[in-house]
């Protein structure tokens, strides 16, 4: 495992690294880390009165759901303010796989067409009851949008705590079959996104660390600059 960022980094043969990452199977699994510098919050404050961690428990979506969506509203206003960074953009331009833990749609803006988005997206509504996917523009115009197919309330269309994430069986297919493994502002920390490392590793791939300054370091890794 390389770690980027660390004491270690001016000893790594970056200009070898280049050249492998960008004609190999690479995959970019990301976290918040990657879009600090976009301006998006890491921690835990609170909107509109809602903290930021009760917008992601089902009960305050159905027990207060005008306060749910009043704090949705001012995230959703907030976000869309948001444009991909220097990091976003480089994984586009080399069309890497991402897997992102990250709701905030930054790197489909960035142009990746290959995305997982494993808690799912901010900008876009959900219907439990049939599943259709619909626009957030819908909570905009509705202080309570319901689903214009089956009349039943919308809820965001990030992943509750305690519900499944999406997609990981894809995810566990490409990490399974890549030869280098970026993680990126992630800490791993739980499951199943640490699984995912395992799989890599046990499968002999080389994994990459950046813990931070993403956009520093990857326009490095994939040769667009040069690190002074
Ligand atoms: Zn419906």
Redesign the pocket.
């Known amino acids: 495992m390389y770690e980027l960022g660390a004491a270690n980094t001016n000893e790594l043969d970056v200009q070898g690294l280049t050249n492998r990452l960008n004609h190999r199977n690479t995959v970019a699994l990301t976290g918040a880390g990657i879009s600090v510098a976009s301006g998006l919050p890491l921690g835990n404050e609170a909107v509109n009165g809602i903290p930021l961690n009760a917008l992601f428990l089902f009960d305050t979506w159905t027990q207060r759901p005008n306060q749910a969506y009043d704090a949705y509203r001012s995230i959703l206003s907030r976000w869309r303010q948001a444009s991909p960074n220097a990091a976003h953009r480089v994984l586009a331009a080399h069309q890497i796989r991402i897997i992102t833990q990250n709701i905030d749609g930054l790197h489909r803006d960035a142009g990746s067409r290959d995305v997982i988005e494993l808690h799912g997206n901010l900008r876009e509504l959900v ?1 439990l ?2 599943e ?1 996917v619909f626009s957030s523009d819908l909570a905009l115009q509705h202080s309570i949008p319901s ?1 214009p ?2 009349g ?1 309330q919308l809820f965001s269309g990030f992943i509750m705590e305690g519900h499944p994430v999406r997609h990981i069986a894809r995810a566990v297919e490409w990490v399974a079959a890549a030869e280098y493994l970026l993680v990126i502002g992630t800490q791993l920390a739980m499951d199943p996104v640490r699984r995912l490392r395992e799989i890599a590793r046990e499968r002999g791939a080389d994994v990459f660390w950046i813990s931070d300054k993403a956009e520093h370091w990857l326009p490095v890794l994939f040769g667009e600059t040069t690190h002074s």
């Open positions: 219907c009851t049939c259709s689903c197919t089956c039943k």
